[in-house]
């Protein structure tokens, strides 16, 4: 049974260019949720995506958006780059009913913005 | 921005100690959970705790919750090297989906 996928783990860009990142969740689960987490702190919420639609959004910019697929797949775009962007981005994945409980994690990608 | 803050920072104890990581948190929650990080990747979720639960156990794993002072606490008893790693509690609220982390502890178990 396979976890959580996420690809690219290493991803390095520069400023102004766009980047995609991937994510697959486990078996069973249909509701993707995107983290950023800063270097030293902890995770924080982007949004989340159930029935291919983004159901709930934290507190960061139009310049970050998605999509999920009809496989529960899902993508992160971020657009025009900001150094500022450089974190690790992590996915996670759940069942809709229990949508804010046990969250199973992927690896995470790792982004460089240069 | 983070719901709250993890008590110490860092921590560095010797195995088979007890290890015991404090978590405060800002407004009402109907969930709180401890995740486990190893080296900057994923994260593990060790357990949870509902608003209306006052302790939980789970293997080495005793965590409480008081919810007057909005806090909580972790322990990790008989620490083993391979404890080794970054803890984050995270809050849960209503009926939203996200989950509000915590800034971490750093536990380092040695031999």
């Known amino acids: 049974d396979a976890g959580v996928t996420q690809s690219p783990t290493h991803l390095i860009k520069t400023r102004g260019q766009q980047v995609t990142l991937r994510c697959s969740p486990k078996?069973?689960?249909?509701?993707v949720s995107w983290y950023q987490q800063a270097l030293g702190q902890g995770p924080q919420f982007i949004f989340q995506?159930?029935?291919?639609?983004?159901?709930q959004r934290g507190n960061f910019p139009d310049r970050f958006s998605g999509h999920q697929f009809p496989n529960y797949s899902s993508e992160l775009n971020v657009n025009a780059l900001l150094l500022g962007d450089s974190a690790l981005y992590l996915c996670?994945?759940?069942?809709?009913?229990?949508?804010?409980?046990?969250?199973?994690f992927g690896s995470g990608t790792q982004l460089s913005v240069l | 921005s983070q719901q709250g803050e993890e008590d110490p920072q860092a921590l560095s104890i010797q195995e088979g100690e007890n290890a015991t990581m404090n978590c405060s948190y800002k407004?009402?929650?109907?969930?709180l959970q401890w995740y486990r990080q190893n080296s900057g990747r994923g994260l593990v979720h060790l357990i949870l705790?509902?608003?209306?639960?006052r302790e939980k156990h789970s293997g080495r794993l005793r965590v409480t919750l008081d919810t007057s002072k909005k806090s909580s606490s972790l322990l990790i008893t008989a620490s083993r090297a391979a404890d080794t790693a970054s803890y984050f509690c995270?809050?849960?609220?209503?009926?939203?989906?996200?989950?509000?982390f915590g800034t971490g502890t750093r536990l380092q178990v040695t031999l």
């Open positions: 996670a994945s759940s069942t809709r009913g229990t949508s804010n409980e046990k969250l199973f």
């Open positions: 078996s069973g689960h249909d509701t």
């Open positions: 995506y159930y029935e291919e639609e983004e159901r």
């Open positions: 407004t009402s929650i109907n969930n």
């Open positions: 705790i509902r608003s209306n639960e």
């Open positions: 995270a809050t849960g609220t209503g009926t939203a989906s996200k989950l509000t």
